[in-house]
């Protein structure tokens, strides 16, 4: 279990650091996000017409409201609300931990335990979640093709670091894993004592 958790933690940070470099430094999805011409006039409107923090949809009907309307789908969160970057990278590494963990169990069901298996299946898994989560977006609420791309790219090159870093701490004896393979560390240890 001690192994498991050592290549959860070094896949989350590989995630954690291919995040802030992607976007803070190379910031390459910037060609996706478009800015507001008056973010005055627009932060004035949301804060007088959203009472809460919360998801808003623009328009809130079930009827279709035809081409000449406006529409937005936006997170609002109202003067006042307070974001600590310290608390969010931590909350972000634990995320990226877990969702490590849950990605090597399903890695421990495969039978490719190769170092390119490994990496293969961690790239599939960001694909997997970058499509699962925002195609769905450009579906239903007509986000742009770029900006799902974009996400989904981003998705796919973290995922597939993450599983670089899996498949070379694994092969490596300290992890006792050279040849059993982390899949079969993994399958022994759900297995448990016999």
Known sequence: MKN?????????LVLLVWGFLSHAVLSWQDAVWHEFTDETVVSRALTDNSPRRGVYYLPY????????RVRAFVNVLPPGTELSIGRQVVFGLVIQILSAFLVLG???RTRDSSFWGR????????????????AY???????????V??????????????????????????????DAGVSGALQEHLRGPS
């Open 4 to 12: 498991i958790a050592l290549l959860s933690v070094a896949a989350g």
């Open 61 to 68: 009907a079930d009827d279709d409201p035809g081409p000449d």
């Open 106 to 108: 399903l890695l421990s």
């Open 119 to 134: 990496v293969g299946f961690f790239s599939g898994v960001g694909l997997t979640i970058g499509f699962v989560s925002h």
């Open 137 to 147: 977006y450009w579906n239903w609420f007509g986000f742009p093709a770029p900006y």
């Open 149 to 178: 791309v974009a996400t989904i790219l981003d998705s796919v090159v973290g995922w597939t670091l993450a599983g670089w870093a899996v498949a070379v701490l694994a092969r490596t004896s300290a992890f006792g894993w050279r």
